[in-house]
């Protein structure tokens, strides 16, 4: 939970903006060409836009934003995008229609409101993209998902840390968390953030911290905050696709072990380890 900074009285409204960034790794191993095609049909079934539309809206739901429009689209041969415009104050009455009925209005919405100048207003919005790949020649397959929540004003993007986390399948986790910008008191004095944070840690639950190794990088007097994480735990079945370990001699489970491991290490460290 964020913890605020005791209560501001603000001249005019926050316009802080809060930017948290995402990038989900899944690794997998696909032993076969055939295995590795059906693999990224898997990732383009299970993440497709109208399922990343319903984890954004989920998304907004979490953090108290309100749905202004929704864009989305499924690409050719594979990947999909996502982007939803929100503000921090309502532009539909919640009281006159429920939230399922509200979902499915802006799920099927095509043309933005009038009042939709309110998401350029607030700066907010929620964006995912999907980049699934298979290597031709290792039997490498990764599927790699970019998550952006902007937010301007009092709502916060980490409310929806965990909900993220758990609703990708992530072997790697690199996130970066940005307080930008500037609001003032009625005393004129500026305010550069407004809630205690010294890691995004802070905002994780604990079996997310049970799974995974986590490494930060901060700069507190720039208001970032930057930590990698990745599963701690390597069982090989996770990473084979339609595939057993006790299929393969000892020979081969090694050498997929090293492959797999070696591209874990080059994602988390973001560079080839030569």
Known sequence: MVKPIPRLKL??????????????????YAVTEEQRNRYIEYIDEAYNA??????????????????????????DPQGASVTILISEQPVIDRA??????????????????????????DKSHITVHTYPESHPFNGISTFRADIDVATCGVISPLKALNYLIDSFESDIVIMDYRVRGATRDIKGRKHYIDHKINSIQDFLSRPIKNRYEMFDVNV?????????????????????FEASKNELSFKDRSRIEAQVRREIGELFHGRNLD
């Open 220 to 240: 507190y007097q720039e208001n970032i905050f930057h930590t990698k994480m990745h599963i701690k735990e390597f069982d090989l079945d996770t990473y084979l």
């Open 11 to 28: 001249e005019g409204f926050n316009n802080l903006t809060k930017a948290l960034s995402f990038n989900i790794y899944d690794v997998c």
């Open 96 to 121: 006159d229609i429920g939230r399922e009925m509200l979902k499915d209005a802006m799920r099927e919405q095509i043309d933005p409101p009038e009042a939709s100048v309110v998401a350029h207003l």
């Open 50 to 75: 109208e399922r990343l539309t319903e984890i954004l809206t989920e998304v907004a739901d979490i953090i108290g934003a309100n749905i202004l429009n929704v864009a989305r689209q499924d690409y």
